[in-house]
């Protein structure tokens, strides 16, 4: 299973971007997948998460910001963020988690730079 983000960058506040994940291989079933992000110097911290078959889960300090979707077909997750804010700043990981052979996969981070 490989995890490949993109869709970091620079940007000013209030702007805008989307990250992307494309998910190669058999995540397994059930499983959750989602983003999580890790600022300079703070532990990482869940943005987003969904149950397959169900729930989403959003970080308090994203909600009614970003937004999550899974294209199927594509096999990529997105993570459309608005109204960024300097506290936005981080590296953000893609991840699924195979909730029946309790395995975990992580992308390999985008960066994304919130200025303000």
């Known amino acids: 299973v490989q995890l490949q983000a993109s869709g970091g960058g620079l940007v000013q506040a209030g702007g805008s971007l989307r990250l992307s994940c494309a998910v190669s291989?058999?995540?397994?079933?059930?499983?959750?997948m989602g983003w999580y992000r890790q600022a300079p110097g703070k532990q990482r911290e869940l943005v987003v998460r969904?149950?397959?078959?169900?729930?989403?889960t959003y970080g308090d300090s994203v909600k009614g910001r970003f937004t999550f979707s899974v294209d199927s077909a594509e096999r990529t997750m997105y993570l459309q963020m608005n109204s960024l804010n300097p506290e936005d700043t981080a590296v953000y990981y893609c991840?699924?988690?195979?909730?029946?052979?309790?395995?975990?996969?992580w992308g390999q981070g985008t960066e994304v730079t919130v200025s303000s």
């Open positions: 291989g058999d995540i397994g079933s059930p499983n959750v």
């Open positions: 969904i149950l397959s078959g169900g729930s989403t």
């Open positions: 991840a699924a988690h195979d909730l029946k052979r309790a395995n975990i996969y």
